[in-house]
C-alpha cells in the first residue's frame, strides 16, 4: 500500500461523501461547503493523476465560484431562526442504506476487476500547461474564440438587464 493510494483513497472518500452530503443537506451554507469539498477533492484527484494544471485551474475556478454561489445563495433564500427538520427520516435512512450498498459493490467491483499494468513512464517530463496550451490555440482556436465572445456577450446582457431594474426604482 503506498502514500498515492491512500491519497487516493482519502480524496475519492471525500468526492462521494461531499456530493453524499450536498444532496442530503437541507441549508444552502451547508450545501455549499460541501460542493467545495467535492471540488477540492476532484483537485486533488487531477494532482494524483499528474494534471496539475487542471488540478490548480480547478481550485481557481470553483473556489471563486463557490464562494459567488453562497453569497447568493444566502442571499437569495429565506432564513428562520429555528431549524425545521424535513420529517424524513425514513427516507433518509433508506437513501444512507442505498449508498453503502452501492458503494460497497463499487468497492468490490474495482477489486476484483484485472486491471492491465501501467505503461512505463515517458523518459522526458511532460508541461502540461504548455501541452494544454499549445491544443486549445492551435486545435480548439475557433470553439476558444466563440466561447470567449458568448462570455463577453452574456456580460454585457447582465449588465443591461441589472441597469434596467436600477432604473425603475
Known sequence: MTGEFVA???????????????????????????????????????????????????????????????????????????????GRTWKNRFILLFVIVLFGLLFWGVQNTPWPAPPPPADAPVNNAKEIGIEVFTKFVIPFELLSVLLLVALVGAIIMAKKEGDNE
Open 8 to 86: 487516493f483513497f482519502i480524496l475519492s472518500l471525500l468526492t462521494i461523501g461531499g456530493a453524499v452530503f450536498m444532496i442530503s443537506f437541507t441549508r444552502v451554507v451547508h450545501m455549499v461547503i460541501s460542493l467545495g469539498v467535492t471540488f477540492i477533492s476532484i483537485a486533488g484527484l487531477f494532482v494524483l493523476l499528474g494534471a496539475e494544471f487542471v488540478g490548480v485551474a480547478q481550485i481557481l475556478v470553483y473556489s471563486g465560484a463557490i464562494s459567488i454561489l453562497m453569497l447568493f445563495g444566502i442571499m437569495l433564500t429565506k432564513h428562520d431562526a429555528n431549524d425545521e427538520g424535513t
